[in-house]
Nanobody
C-alpha cells in the first residue's frame, strides 16, 4: 500500500519560512518523479514544483520562483519544499504527489498525500 505523508505546515507571518516534508512508503521512491501542488479554498489544485527521480531536474510555477526550493533525499524516501518569503497568497493545503513522469499536470501523478495546511498571515 502506497502512502505519502506530508508534514511541516503551519501558521506563519508574511515574510517567514516553512519547510514541508513528504515521506513515501510502499513504492520504490527513487523511481518516481515527485511534485508539490496546492489548493486554496474555492480554487482548483495548482502546480507548485516538481523534481525528477534523481533530483537533477526541477521546475516551478512562476509565482514561487526564487522563493521556493524543491529537493529530495532518496535514502530517506522524502521530498522537501523549502518555502521562503511567504505571502498571504501562498495560503493553501499543500499536497505531494508521485508519478512516473515529472509534470505540472496533476493527472500525470499516480499517488497523492492527504495534504498539510499552510497559512500565511499578512
Amino acid at each position: 500500500q502506497v502512502q505519502l505523508v506530508e508534514s511541516g505546515g503551519g501558521l506563519v507571518q508574511a515574510g517567514g519560512s516553512l519547510r514541508l516534508s513528504c515521506t513515501a512508503s510502499g513504492l520504490t521512491f527513487s523511481s518516481y518523479a515527485m511534485g508539490w501542488f496546492r489548493q486554496a479554498p474555492g480554487k482548483e489544485r495548482e502546480f507548485v514544483a516538481s523534481i525528477s527521480w534523481g533530483g537533477a531536474s526541477t521546475s516551478y510555477t512562476e509565482s514561487v520562483k526564487g522563493r521556493f526550493t524543491i529537493s529530495r533525499d532518496n535514502a530517506k524516501n522524502t521530498v522537501y519544499l523549502q518555502m521562503n518569503s511567504l505571502i498571504a497568497e501562498d495560503t493553501a493545503v499543500y499536497h505531494c504527489a508521485a508519478g512516473s513522469v515529472r509534470s505540472s499536470n496533476p493527472g500525470a501523478y499516480d499517488y497523492w498525500g492527504q495534504g498539510t495546511q499552510v497559512s500565511v498571515s499578512s
